[in-house]
C-alpha cells in the first residue's frame, strides 16, 4: 500500500540539561553535560537520518513544588538544572546544514522586541533553520525569579501571547524582503522606504519599532507550540506551524489532530499547513525480547525512585503530589500550569502514573526496529497524519544510534519518512509533505 510519508523530530526533553547521569550508557564524564558535545552529536545524527527538527525544551527556574523543596530536583536532576537554549543553538546550527532546530523562549521572561530580535537572529544565523517553540511559562516558580509572585492565570496568559505573538510577527516583517539593499556604488545599505516602525500600542505589550536587522531567510521563523488545554488548542491553532501534542492513545490522537485542523479552518488557515507530532518514547533493541526486558528495566527503575517522577508531575501541573496517597485515585485536580496533564492523571492513582510511563494505552512501541516501525505507521493511518517526537529525557549516544541507525532505517523501508532532504528551510520541510 502506497503511504503518505510522515514527519519525525526530537523532542529534547529536560532542554540543555544532564542526560542519562545515572545511566550505564551514560559516558565515562558526565560533569560535561555543560558542554554542548552531545546535543550536538544528537543534531548531527538526526540530520543524518533526516529529521526535520530538533527542539530544545526549557524552563528557567530549580523547582521547589514537591515537598515545598528543590532537594528531591537537585539530588536526581529533575528537570533541572538547565542552561540557555539560546545559546545552544548556535552551536548545533553551525554544526548542522538541514535539520532545523527549534528554541523553547517564554513570552513570560522575554520582552517582545528582544525576542523578536534573537529569533529573527537565529534565523539569519541557520540560513532559514530556526523556529521558536512558543511557551507562556506555567510554574511560579520561574515567575518569581523575574519578580512576579505567580504566574498569571493560564487562560490570561494566552491572550497575553495572543498580543505578544502580533507585536512579534510585525516586528519580523518591519523589515521589507528587499529593503536591504548594499548597492555600493550609490552607497544605499538599506533603503530608508522600506524600514518601517510599528507603533503597537496593546493591552499588555507596546513597541515602537522596527526591528534592528532585516527580515530573516524565512521571514518567520518557524512557530512551534505545545498547547493541550481548551485554550491551548485554539491558541495552537491560531499561531503554531508545529505543534508538540502528548496523547495516552491513538483514539486520542486522532481527536486532538482533528480538533486542531477544524478550528485552524475557523481561523482561516490551510489546515495541512499544521504538523501535529506526537511524543513518543520508542524502545528499539535487535530482539523482541530484549527490548521487552529494557521495558521492564525501565519500569523497575520507577518503582523504585518514585520521588523522582511524583516530583517531575509537581513541577509539571503545579501540584505537590506528596501530598496524595499512592494508592489512592487522585481527585479533580486544579492546575494554573500544564492542565492538560492534570487533568489526565485524574481517576488514576498515583502509583498507577509513574508505572505506566510514556507508554500508549493501546501500542507499546517496543520491539525490533521493524516491527515498532510498522506500529508507527499503522498509528499515523489511524490518525491521519503528521509524525512523531521522539523523546527521551535520560537518552545517550547508544539510544540515539538506536533510533538513527535502526529505527529510522526500518521506517524508510516502508517508505513513510523521508530518505534525504529536498529542502534547506524548516519550513519548507515541515510543508514538503
Known sequence: MSRKPFHLAWFISKGYGPKGWRNAWGGPNPQNWVKPDLLV??????????????????????????????????????????????????????????????????????????????????????????????????????????????????????????????????????????AMVIDREQEIFADPNKVHPVHFEGKYFRSRGPLSGPRSPQGHPVICQAGGSARGRTFAARWAETIIASAGSVAAMKAFREDIRAQAAGFGRNPDHIKVLFLVAPIVDEYKESAIARKEGRLHEAKTHMDFYLAHMSRLTGIDFSKFDLDEKLPALHSNGHQTVAAAFVGRTPRQIVEAGRSLSDADLVGTPDMVARQMSDIIDEVGGDGFLVTDPEFTRRYIMEIADGLVPALQKLGVVRKQYEHTMLRDHLLEF
Open 41 to 178: 552529536s544528537l543534531a548531527q545524527h538526526l540530520e543524518r537520518a533526516a529529521f526535520d527538527y530538533v527542539m530544545i525544551e526549557d524552563s528557567c527556574n530549580i523547582p521547589y513544588t514537591y515537598k515545598n523543596s528543590h532537594e528531591t530536583y537537585l539530588r536526581y536532576a529533575v528537570d533541572s538544572p538547565k542552561l540557555d537554549p539560546s545559546v545552544l543553538a548556535p552551536f548545533m546550527i553551525q554544526a548542522t546544514s538541514k535539520i532545523g532546530i527549534i528554541t523553547t523562549l517564554s513570552t513570560t521572561e522575554y520582552n517582545p522586541f528582544l525576542l523578536a530580535r534573537l529569533t529573527n537572529t537565529l534565523d539569519h544565523v541557520s540560513d532559514g533553520r530556526s523556529g521558536w517553540n512558543l511557551v507562556t511559562g506555567s510554574n511560579d516558580g520561574g515567575a518569581q525569579n523575574f519578580g512576579h509572585e505567580r504566574q498569571f492565570p493560564h487562560d490570561q496568559r494566552y491572550d497575553m501571547a495572543d498580543e505578544y505573538v502580533e507585536l512579534v510577527q510585525k516586528l519580523w516583517d518591519s523589515w521589507e524582503p528587499d
